[in-house]
């Protein structure tokens, strides 16, 4: 019986490290500085509305011939929300409505309606975003200066475009009538 046999010896590991790679010839490249960018409001564009520390809701509608009531009866509900027995909700109504159809009249592709609470007056803000026209906003409808629970209403121009505003009582005191 005559077998070869090859003799290998042991398994031992290797006497020396497994090879790794050589280094790099150029150094690992530091990152690019970014160029600094400022926050817009410190570049020239003016900040946005901004309502902080009370209730506040934002309504957007297209504007067109149904906005003013759709707008009223949006903001009807989320007024109610904020719990005020005592507002004259035909006022508000009549307020938002009044304050919308103007906006839409003077021209836009859209309208916004902001709410606000403080102390117990409701503001309401109708914004129709054109600001391409730099004439002013026209003035409030007359039968919303006329409401009893009105307390004051206004009108300006600015970066968001025409705006028209009324503060409305919550718990309107009857005004004195002129002898």
Known sequence: MSE?????????????????????????????????????????????????????????????????????????????????????????????HGLVRTAVAAGGKRVSVHLADQDNKILVMVLNHQTDAHDNAGAVPAEVVVLRTVDACGTHTDHDGHAWWALLDSRPHPKKRLA
């Open 4 to 96: 070869v046999v090859e003799a290998k010896g042991p398994k031992v590991p290797p006497s020396y490290p497994p090879k790794s790679p050589p280094p790099q010839k150029k150094p690992v490249e530091a990152p690019r500085p970014q160029p600094v960018t400022k926050p817009k409001s410190l570049t020239g564009v003016p900040p946005r509305l901004v309502v902080t520390s009370r209730r506040a809701r934002v309504l957007a509608f297209r504007a067109d011939q149904w906005a003013a009531k759709k707008a009223a009866g949006q903001a009807a509900l989320a007024v109610a929300e904020w719990d005020y027995p005592l507002l004259d909700e035909h006022d508000f109504l009549k307020t938002v």
